[in-house]
């Protein structure tokens, strides 16, 4: 049974950093294209951050360039998405997802596993 947990979410002022971890079980995590979206309720899930499975190739949502970074520890089966110089519009509930040898920009509903989030909450 495939299961992607977040962690590492929290309260943290404008300005802050926070680092999220995805950790991964009941797969093989090199072979799957790991993703970070985020949702604000009453707005459909957005696009963050992509790594393929072999971490050669990453893709960013283009407003976030440069203040997140995302990575993956395929020896730890883990994910992480490190997010500095955060903004009140960056408070959301984040997720993971995994999709097994995808493109770094395929759609949500490509994606066969998600984690359950965490929630971000930056303050100014």
């Known amino acids: 049974q495939v299961q992607l947990v977040e962690s590492g979410g929290g309260l943290v002022q404008a300005g802050g950093s926070l680092r999220l971890s995805c950790a991964a079980s009941?797969?093989?995590?090199?072979?799957?294209?790991m993703s970070w979206f985020r949702q604000t309720p009453g707005k459909e899930r957005e696009f963050v951050a992509a790594?393929?499975?072999?971490?050669?190739?990453?893709y960013y949502a283009d407003s976030l360039k440069g203040r997140f970074t995302i990575s993956r520890d395929n020896a730890k089966n883990t994910a992480y998405l490190q997010m500095d110089t955060l903004k009140s519009e960056d408070t959301a509930v984040y997720y993971c997802?995994?999709?097994?040898?995808?493109?770094?920009?395929?759609?949500?509903?490509?994606?066969?596993?998600w984690g359950q989030g965490t929630q971000v909450t930056v303050s100014s």
């Open positions: 009941g797969l093989t995590l090199n072979r799957y294209t």
């Open positions: 790594i393929s499975w072999s971490g050669a190739s990453i």
């Open positions: 997802a995994a999709g097994q040898y995808l493109s770094v920009r395929a759609k949500p509903t490509d994606y066969s596993s």
